[in-house]
């Protein structure tokens, strides 16, 4: 395990452990068929999105020199993609498919993981 020497992206992995976690618990909410309220998924995706800020933002300013980041922030991107997709979906429909919400999760762990461990390639 690799811990950034960046504050940045420190900041960034830690907000992005809480926004994984509170991820995981609404990911169970929706999984177990229970009505979760939309403003938790609002707070969970602009906690990502502001991890995934500081993530550029190291990134630009020359802080986030680890080989870890580059490719963490782009599986962010993603992740940002399938969260803003799963709100369109929920706005539309009033229902989260199962497999966009598996995606979501599974490129967010991915990222967590690129960010702590480095690519898997």
Known sequence: MQLPESGLVTAAL???????????????FRLAD?????????????????????LLVAILTGNGAEPNTRPALGLLALTIGGGVTLYYLI?????????????HGGLALAAVYTLLFGPPF
């Open 14 to 28: 830690v907000i992005l452990a809480c926004t994984v976690a509170a991820g995981a618990a609404t990911a169970y």
């Open 34 to 54: 229970k009505n979760t309220p939309f403003d938790i998924g609002l707070l969970h995706g602009g906690a990502g999105v502001s991890a995934t800020v500081l």
């Open 91 to 103: 706005r539309r429909k009033g229902l989260l498919p199962r497999s966009v919400v598996f995606m």
